[in-house]
């Protein structure tokens, strides 16, 4: 395995999205061109309560905004993260103080530090990772554009 090779283990992704309810998405953008906002209308849809953490927001997807992890009322299952990796090591010592279950770190959020806390504080840690990607994957709903055709063909109908 490679270093990140143990925060990527298929067996632990899937627990993970299986058993999680709730995900609280740090750097949830308001923005719909941003792929934290089309990974947080997506996990939605697929019916996560997704509470968004943005201080510089107040509502998104139709909840309510946090300005960080310590202002949520409740623990949370997942923390995903769409923030610089520098800023991963308050981010995991807040996912800690919140009691979630795991820290979730999207594509090229990558921060040892950040790593060791969430594990030293009992978090179950994904890196490098996309939630939607892997829900996808493992739920039957991949497609070159994340929507689900119903159908598994290289034979195009109707068109020569």
């Known amino acids: 395995m490679t270093d990140l090779g143990k925060y990527q283990d298929p067996l ?15 750097g949830l953008s308001s923005n719909e061109l941003r792929a934290s906002y089309f990974v947080g209308y997506y996990l939605k849809r697929r ?9 510089r927001e107040t ?12 202002d949520l009322p409740e623990p949370v299952d997942v923390v995903d993260v769409f923030r610089a990796p520098d800023a991963l090591p308050e981010i995991a010592r807040g996912a800690v103080a ?3 279950g ?36 493992y739920v039957g709903r991949m497609h070159w ?6 159908r ?9």
Not at 47 to 55: A, L
Not at 152 to 160: E, K
């Open 12 to 26: 632990t992704i899937q627990r993970v999205l299986h058993t999680a309810n709730t995900v609280a998405i740090v």
């Open 47 to 55: 019916g996560y309560r997704v509470i968004p953490v943005n201080p």
């Open 59 to 70: 509502r998104i997807l139709g909840e309510k905004s946090y300005p960080s992890l310590a």
């Open 98 to 100: 919140n009691r979630a």
């Open 102 to 137: 795991t820290l979730w770190c999207q594509f090229g959020v990558i921060n040892a530090e950040g790593n060791r806390i969430a594990e030293d504080g009992g978090l179950t840690v994904v890196v490098d990772r996309c939630m939607k990607v892997e829900h996808a994957r």
């Open 145 to 150: 554009l994340g929507f689900n055709t119903e």
């Open 152 to 160: 598994i063909t290289s034979v195009r109908s109707g068109l020569q």
